[in-house]
C-alpha cells in the first residue's frame, strides 16, 4: 500500500461510524468534588502528626496565619468562593519592594517582631523561629528581608558585638527604627570570604577607621536592603593596622540619613530585576574612603585600641576566622527550614490537585482516572512527600541544636546546618519542579503558586554559601574528625560518626521486603555507605598529599568522593532524626504511617545514589528489589495522601485555587469579577 493510500485508509477508519456497539459516549461535563468526601482521613490524626511536624508554638503560628488573613495589605482575592492570600507578582518591582516594606511595618506594629533580638532564651528563639517560618510560607521576599535585617545585621551586633553595641543598636532594630543590611559578598568574592578586596584603616590622628572600596571587583553585590530602604550596614572587610593585615573583621556603617539621603562618601547602585524576590531591594555598595567611629568595629574577637594597637585573645589568624563566622551559622539553618516549608506548599498543591483532576479512561466508557490513581504519578509525588517528611524532623533537629548552642557545640552545628542546608534546598527545588510538571498547564500560573515558587526559592542553592562548596566543607570536617582519631588513637566520638567505632555492617545477599522496611537494615546500609565513602575520601586525599599536592588541592582533586561523602553523612543525619522523631510515640496508627514514609525516605535514597552500587554496597539484584519495594510503598501510602498534605497545617487560603475547586475558579463567571 503505498503513503497515499495508508493515509486515506487511517482517515477512513476516523470518519466511519463504527458499529453501534463500540460506540465511545462522550463524557458528561465535569464536576468538581472535594477529595475529603472520598479520601480516608480517620486512620490517623492530622493534628496529632502537624504537632509532630511543626513541633513547637503551633498557637503562635495560627495567630499569625490570622492576622494576614484579616488585612488587606497581604491582597486577598476570591477565587470560587473562597480567599486566597499571596502577592500580586504583576506589580513592578520597585511596587513590590514598597510592599513588602508595608507588609513589615504591619506586622511590626502588631508586635510580631517583639523580643526578636531584646529576649533571650529557647522559648524566645522558638518563637521567634515559628514566626519567621509562618511569613515565609506567605511570601519568600519578606522572610529574606526580614533575615537580613534581624538574622544578619542584627545577629551581627549581637555576636559579633559587645555591651556597647547592643545597647546602641539591638532595640531600635528591633522596633525598625534602624534598618539593617549585611555587606559581606562582593563583585569579585561569594563564598570565598576571606578574599574579599575591602579595606579598612585604622587612622590614629582622628580615631577613625576609615573604608575603601579599591578597585571595582571589590564593590559590595547583591546586598539585600541596601537598594532603597537600608539606613546602615555590617560592613566585612580586610583590616590594616600599620601595614598588616589582620584578616576579616566585621564593622557599623550608615549608608542613608533619616530622610533616606545616601550618605557622603557612599555610592549605592541597584541590583536590577530579577528571577525571583523582586520585592527584596537588593544593591551594590561602594566606600569611597568612609569614616566610622573606632567604636564601630565590632569587637567580641578583637579590637584596636586608641593608640591603634591591634588587641586579640585569639592569636592564630585561621581560628579567629572561624570565630568570626561562627554566629553565620543562623543564616543557613533558616534557609534549611524555609526550603522545607516551601517543598510542604507545592506538595499540598499538587497532591490536592491529583486527587481531583482526572485523566484518560482504562476501559471503553469508564469514568477517567485520579491523576494519584496512576501508579507513575504516585511515583513522581510520594517518594518526595516522604522525603519532606524526613527533612521535617532534620530541620526541627537544626533549630534545636542552634538554640541550644554552646561554644563546644558549634563545629556540630556548622557542619550539620552546611549539610542540611545544600541538601534541603537542593530537594525543594526538585520537589517545585516536579510539583509544577504534576500540575499540566496549571502549574504555569502565577496564582498557582508553585510556578512562581520556583524562581522566587532558586537563590537558595547559592546564597549563605553555594551548596556544592557547603558540602565539600562538610567532607573536609569529617576529614579532620577521621585524621584526629587517627592520631590520637581514640574512638569517634560526635557529628554521629560513632558508628566507626562498631564492627562494619553486614548486608544480607537478598534483601526481603521486611528487611528493606527495617530499621535497622537502613541504619545499617547508610552507616556502611558512610563509613565506606569517609574511608575512600581519606585514602584519596592522603594518597594526592604524598605526591606532594597542598591539602586543599588535594581535596579540589577528590571532588568527587567528597560530594558523595557529603551526601551519604546528610542522608545518614536525616535517617536518625526521622528515627528519632519515631521513638516519641507509641504503638498506633500514627507510628505505622511514619514508619512507611521513613521506609520510602531510606529506600528512594538507596534507588537514587548510584554510590550504593558504584562502591558494591548493593548488589544489582538487591537494587532491583529496592526499586520494587519502592512502588508497594507507593500504593500503601496513596490512600493516606490527603491526610499527609493536611497534617502540614498550612491553611487553604496560602495555597492556591488548584488545590481546591479548579473548575469554579476558572468558569467564565470568575472571570467577571
Given amino acids: 500500500m503505498d503513503r497515499a493510500s495508508w493515509r486515506t485508509h487511517v482517515l477512513s477508519k476516523h470518519l466511519i461510524q463504527p458499529p453501534s456497539g463500540n460506540v465511545i459516549e462522550p463524557n458528561p461535563c465535569l464536576n468538581y468534588s472535594p477529595p475529603e468526601l472520598s479520601e480516608r482521613s480517620d486512620y490517623f490524626d492530622a493534628k496529632e502528626m502537624r504537632s509532630l511536624l511543626d513541633a513547637h508554638n503551633l498557637e503562635d503560628r495560627d495567630w499569625l496565619f490570622g492576622l494576614m488573613r484579616q488585612s ?37 506594629d502588631c508586635g ?13 528563639e522558638m518563637r521567634k523561629f515559628a514566626f519567621f517560618e509562618v511569613i515565609g510560607i506567605y511570601d519568600h521576599s519578606i522572610a529574606v528581608k526580614l533575615g537580613v535585617h534581624f538574622f544578619l545585621w542584627g545577629g551581627a551586633i549581637k555576636f559579633f558585638g559587645t555591651k556597647r553595641h547592643h545597647d ?50 571589590a564593590q559590595k553585590y547583591w546586598i539585600g ?30 549608608i542613608r540619613d533619616d530622610d533616606g539621603n545616601v550618605c557622603p562618601n557612599i555610592r549605592i547602585a541597584d541590583c536590577g530585576h530579577k528571577i525571583g524576590l ?76 491529583s486527587l481531583t483532576r482526572r485523566a484518560f479512561s482504562v476501559t471503553p466508557n469508564g469514568p477517567e482516572v485520579l ?66 510538571e504534576a500540575c499540566g498547564g496549571q502549574g504555569l500560573k502565577t496564582e498557582n503558586r508553585v510556578g512562581h515558587m520556583k524562581s522566587e526559592y532558586d537563590v537558595q542553592s547559592t546564597f549563605e554559601g553555594d551548596n556544592n562548596v557547603l558540602m565539600q566543607q562538610v567532607s573536609k570536617a569529617l576529614f579532620a574528625e577521621y585524621l584526629a582519631v587517627q592520631k590520637k588513637n581514640k574512638p569517634f566520638k560526635g557529628l554521629g560518626l560513632e ?57 579540589i582533586l577528590s571532588y568527587q568522593l567528597a560530594e558523595d561523602l557529603g551526601r551519604g553523612f546528610s542522608d545518614r543525619a536525616i535517617l536518625q532524626t526521622f528515627l528519632d522523631a519515631e521513638a516519641t510515640l507509641p504503638v498506633g496508627s500514627l507510628k505505622e504511617v511514619l514508619g512507611l ?64 475547586d479548579w473548575i469554579d475558579s476558572n468558569s467564565w463567571p470568575s472571570t467577571q469579577q
Fill in 371 to 436: 491523576l494519584l490513581d496512576y501508579p507513575s504519578h504516585q511515583r513522581r509525588l510520594l517518594p518526595l512527600l516522604a522525603k519532606t517528611y524526613a527533612m521535617s524532623f532534620a530541620a526541627n533537629y537544626l533549630k534545636l541544636i542552634y538554640v541550644k548552642r554552646t561554644p563546644e557545640s558549634n563545629k556540630t552545628i556548622h557542619v550539620v546546618s552546611s549539610a542540611f542546608k545544600a541538601t534541603l534546598t537542593w530537594h525543594n527545588m526538585r520537589t517545585l519542579q516536579e510539583c509544577r
Fill in 168 to 217: 546602641k543598636w539591638l532595640r531600635d532594630t528591633e522596633s525598625y527604627i534602624v534598618k539593617g543590611c549585611f555587606a559581606m559578598s562582593e563583585l569579585g568574592h561569594g563564598s570565598n570570604v576571606r578574599g574579599i578586596e575591602t579595606v579598612t584603616k585604622f587612622d590614629k590622628n582622628t580615631g577613625e577607621f576609615v573604608i575603601s572600596t579599591p578597585c571595582e571587583s
Fill in 72 to 108: 488587606n495589605l497581604f491582597n486577598p482575592r476570591n477565587a470560587a468562593g473562597r480567599v486566597f492570600i499571596a502577592p500580586d507578582y504583576n506589580q513592578s518591582m520597585q511596587q513590590q519592594r514598597e510592599m513588602t516594606m508595608k507588609r513589615i511595618a504591619y506586622l511590626s
Fill in 499 to 555: 558508628h566507626m567505632n562498631k564492627a562494619c555492617p553486614v548486608i544480607p545477599s537478598q534483601l526481603t521486603s521486611s528487611t528493606l522496611r527495617s530499621s535497622q537494615f537502613q541504619m545499617d546500609v547508610f552507616c556502611l555507605r558512610e563509613r565506606g565513602l569517609l574511608n575512600r575520601f581519606a585514602l584519596e586525599v592522603s594518597q594526592h598529599l604524598k605526591q606532594g599536592q597542598s591539602k586543599e588541592y588535594s581535596f
Fill in 225 to 254: 536592603g541596601a537598594a532603597n530602604h537600608a539606613t546602615h550596614t555590617i560592613v566585612f572587610s580586610q583590616l590594616s593596622i600599620n601595614g598588616n593585615n589582620q584578616g576579616v573583621h566585621a564593622f557599623i556603617a550608615q
Fill in 278 to 353: 523582586n520585592g527584596v531591594d537588593n544593591g551594590r555598595i561602594w566606600f569611597d574612603n568612609v569614616r566610622i567611629p573606632r567604636e564601630n568595629l565590632l569587637n567580641s574577637v578583637a579590637d584596636v585600641s586608641p593608640d591603634g594597637q591591634y588587641l586579640s585573645a585569639i592569636k592564630d589568624p585561621d581560628q579567629r576566622f572561624a570565630a568570626f563566622l561562627a554566629p553565620l551559622t543562623s543564616g543557613r539553618v533558616t534557609i534549611a527550614i524555609s526550603a522545607i516549608y516551601s517543598a510542604k506548599i507545592s506538595l499540598a498543591i499538587a497532591i490536592r490537585y
Fill in 112 to 124: 510580631v517582631f517583639r523580643g526578636w533580638l531584646t529576649e533571650d532564651g529557647v522559648d524566645a
Fill in 597 to 660: 514514609l521513613r521506609s520510602m525516605y531510606a529506600l528512594i535514597c538507596l534507588e537514587e545514589d548510584a554510590a550504593f552500587l558504584r562502591y558494591g554496597y548493593l548488589s544489582t539484584e538487591n537494587a532491583a528489589a529496592v526499586r520494587k519495594e519502592v512502588t508497594k510503598l507507593c500504593s500503601e501510602l496513596r490512600p493516606h495522601a490527603l491526610n499527609l498534605v493536611s497534617s502540614f497545617g498550612i491553611p487553604d487560603a496560602f495555597l492556591s485555587p488548584i488545590a481546591f
